[in-house]
C-alpha cells in the first residue's frame, strides 16, 4: 500500500508541475528544474515542443495561418514578364573585364562602366536595387555572355509571371497572366497559368539578375547582406505595352482578385510618354467592375517624378492594396514629402516606428475615409527581418494569418525548402521597438510563442511579425513577390468591398 501511495504522490505532483509549464510557458526553465528537482523527483522531463526561438515561432506561425473563409477562384496578374537570367554579379563583371573601383549610383545605366559603379555602390549596401540599361547593343553583348555564363540559370521572372507562378501553385486558383510572354519564358510558366494568345511574342524579353552573398568579397568591398541587383533594356515591359491586353481580358476571365505591376518599368521612358501612360493605367483600372480588388505591386524606383505622379495622379487612390519593400517606402515617402522624407536611408534595419508612421501616413491622405472615394485600404510591407500589414478598418479580414504566411515564405523560399527547417535560419528582428515616432507609440517586446504583434491607431489596424531569415539563401530573387502573393491568397476582402 505504501509503494502504491509513493506512486500516486509522484504522479501526482508530476501532473502538477506539468500544469504549471503549462499555464506559464514563459516560467524559467531553470526553476521547473529546480522546483522537480527538490521534490527528489529525478531528472526534469525535457518541456514539450521546440525549444529554439526559431522552432517555438515556427510552429506558432503554424497553428495561426488558416486559409479565410471567403476565398479567391481566379486571379489576374499583369502585366511585367521576362525571362530572368540568374548569376554571380562578381564572376560576370569579372567576366567582362571590369574591376572593383569606387561605387557610384546612376539612375539609368548607359555604360559598362555605369554598371560597374551602380553595383558595387549596392552591394556595399547589401540593398537590392534594378535599373534601366539605356544602350541596346552593348546591353544585348552583356546578355549575352550572361545566358551562356557556366551555371547561369533561367527563371521566370517579372512580378506579374513571378506572383503568377507563386498563385499557380495552388491547384484550386485559375490564373490568368498577361504580359510579354516569349518562348522561354512560356515554357517556364507553371501549366496552371493561362496566357492570352494577344500576350505571346516571338522574342523574350531578358533581365540579368546578379546576385552575391552575405560576406562575399569583391576587392575591398564587402556585402553585408545576400541580395541582387537587376538591371535590363526592356522595352515590352517599360511602355507596358500589355496593359490594354490585360483590361480587356478580364470581361472574359470574370477574376475576382487583379494583381497590377510594371508601373517600375517606366523609368526609362520620357516625361510624356510616363505621364500619357499612367493615366491610361488609372483609366484601364477604372474599368475594372466595381467590387473587384486591385493590388499594385511596386517595385525598385529612382525617378521621384515618377513615383510622386503615382502616389498624386491618382494611382493609389484607384488600387485597394500596395506591396512594397523598405526601398520603396522609403523613396515614396521622400518624393512625395510624407513622414521621415529627410531620412536619406535607412540605418541597417528599419525602424518599426518610423515605417508604421510612414504606413499610416499612406492610408490616412491616401487611402480610404468618410471623406475620401479612394479604394486603397491595404498595404502590406516587407523587409528583410520582418513584415507589416496595415489595414483601414471594416474592409480585410484573416490579415493576422496574411502576414504570417508572407513571413513563413520569406524563409522557405529563400532556402528552397518546403517547410521551415529551424537549423537554417535565424530570428534576427528587433527584440523590441516603439510602434510609432510620430505620436506616443506603444514598446513591443517580441515573443516568439506569439509571433503576430497587432496594434490601432485612429481606424487603422498593424499586424507585425518577425521573419526568419534564411542564413544561407538560395536564391534571393522574387521573395517580395512570393511575399505579396502569399499574403493575397490568405487574404479575406469583406464582401461590401
Not at 256 to 270: A, K, P, R
Not at 467 to 486: F, H, M, N, Q, Y
Request: glycine letters at 8%; charged letters at 20%.
Amino acid at each position: 500500500m505504501a509503494l502504491w501511495r509513493g506512486s500516486a504522490y509522484a504522479g501526482f505532483l508530476a501532473l502538477a508541475v506539468g500544469c504549471v509549464f503549462l499555464l506559464e510557458p514563459e516560467l524559467p526553465g531553470s526553476a521547473l528544474r529546480s522546483l522537480w528537482s527538490s521534490l527528489c523527483l529525478g531528472p526534469a522531463p525535457a518541456p514539450p515542443g521546440p525549444v529554439s526561438p526559431e522552432g517555438r515561432l515556427a510552429a506558432a506561425w503554424d497553428a495561426l495561418i488558416v486559409r479565410p473563409v471567403r476565398r479567391w477562384r481566379r486571379v489576374a496578374v499583369g502585366v511585367n514578364a521576362c525571362v530572368d537570367v540568374v548569376l554571380s554579379g562578381v564572376k560576370l563583371l569579372q567576366a567582362l573585364g571590369l574591376s572593383p573601383g569606387n561605387g557610384k549610383d546612376h539612375s539609368v545605366l548607359h555604360s559598362r562602366n555605369d554598371l560597374e559603379e551602380t553595383f558595387i555602390h549596392f552591394m556595399g549596401k547589401g540593398a537590392a536595387a534594378e535599373r534601366f540599361f539605356s544602350d541596346k547593343e552593348t546591353f544585348h553583348d552583356i546578355a549575352q555572355v550572361a545566358s551562356e555564363f557556366p551555371g547561369a540559370q533561367h527563371y521566370v521572372g517579372g512580378n506579374a509571371a513571378l506572383i503568377g507562378q507563386k498563385f499557380a501553385a495552388n491547384s484550386d486558383l485559375k490564373v490568368l497572366l498577361c504580359g510579354p510572354v516569349g518562348p522561354k519564358l512560356h515554357e517556364l510558366l507553371d501549366d496552371n497559368v493561362f496566357v492570352p494568345p494577344e500576350s505571346l511574342q516571338e522574342v523574350d524579353e531578358f533581365h540579368l539578375i546578379l546576385e552575391y552573398q552575405a560576406g562575399e568579397e569583391w576587392g575591398q568591398l564587402k556585402a553585408p547582406h545576400a541580395n541582387r541587383f537587376i538591371f535590363s533594356h526592356d522595352l515590352s515591359n517599360g511602355a507596358m505595352n500589355m496593359l490594354e491586353v490585360f483590361v480587356s481580358s478580364l470581361e472574359e476571365f470574370q477574376p475576382d482578385l487583379v494583381v497590377l505591376s510594371g508601373l517600375h518599368m517606366m523609368e526609362g521612358q520620357s516625361k510624356e510618354l510616363q505621364r500619357k501612360r499612367l493615366l491610361e493605367v488609372v483609366t484601364s483600372i477604372s474599368d475594372i467592375p466595381t467590387g473587384i480588388p486591385v493590388h499594385l505591386e511596386l517595385a525598385s524606383m529612382t525617378n521621384r517624378e515618377l513615383m510622386s505622379s503615382i502616389v498624386h495622379q491618382q494611382v493609389f487612390p484607384a488600387v485597394t492594396s500596395l506591396g512594397l519593400n523598405e526601398q520603396e517606402l522609403l523613396f515614396l515617402t521622400q518624393s512625395a514629402s510624407g513622414p521621415h522624407s529627410s531620412l536619406s536611408s535607412w540605418n541597417g534595419v528599419p525602424d518599426v516606428g518610423m515605417v508604421s508612421d510612414i504606413l499610416f501616413w499612406i492610408l490616412k491622405e491616401h487611402g480610404r475615409s468618410k471623406s475620401r472615394a479612394s479604394d486603397l485600404t491595404r498595404i502590406h510591407f516587407h523587409t528583410l527581418v520582418y513584415h507589416i500589414l496595415a489595414t483601414v478598418d471594416g474592409h480585410w479580414a484573416n490579415q493576422l494569418a496574411a502576414v504570417a504566411a508572407g513571413a513563413r515564405v520569406a524563409g522557405t523560399q529563400a532556402c528552397a525548402t518546403e517547410t521551415i527547417d529551424t537549423s537554417r535560419v535565424s530570428l534576427r528582428a528587433p527584440q523590441e521597438f516603439m510602434t510609432s515616432h510620430s505620436e506616443a507609440g506603444s514598446r513591443i517586446v517580441l515573443n516568439p510563442n506569439k509571433p503576430v504583434v497587432e496594434w490601432h491607431r485612429e481606424g487603422i489596424s498593424f499586424h507585425f511579425t518577425p521573419v526568419l531569415v534564411c542564413k544561407d539563401p538560395i536564391r534571393t530573387v522574387g521573395l517580395g513577390d512570393a511575399i505579396s502573393a502569399e499574403g493575397l491568397f490568405y487574404s479575406e476582402v469583406h464582401p461590401h468591398y
